[in-house]
């Protein structure tokens, strides 16, 4: 089963979700910006992914420019910062059990779903 973190309002996310209802697949929508994402679950898809918390960091955010640009920051405090400002993280991300992709160019998200 994957699961998508989607936001209604970027078309690439919305894009990702088309391929996931036109693949048949079995998934789940968590839309992280009304139902945020706790740190557990942040490291679980950091894992998932196989990257840095600031492989997923939105850097062109307001949110971003205005509290931590500039910053030297620990992996521990940009999980933080996104666990403040679920806006920061990348979307869409599409996951398994097992592996994710960060669904840019969503191209990334058929080759996943395959």
Known sequence: MYTILHNSRCGKSREAM???EESNK???VR???KNPLNKEEIVS???KLNVKP???IRTNEEEW???FRGKELS???LIDAMIAYPKLIQRPIVFDEKSG???RPTELVKEFIQ
């Open 18 to 20: 088309k391929i996931l």
């Open 26 to 28: 079995e998934f789940t």
């Open 31 to 33: 839309e992280y910006l």
């Open 45 to 47: 898809i950091l894992g």
């Open 54 to 56: 600031m492989d997923i």
């Open 65 to 67: 420019k205005t509290n």
């Open 75 to 77: 992996d521990e405090e």
């Open 101 to 103: 992709v960060v669904g």
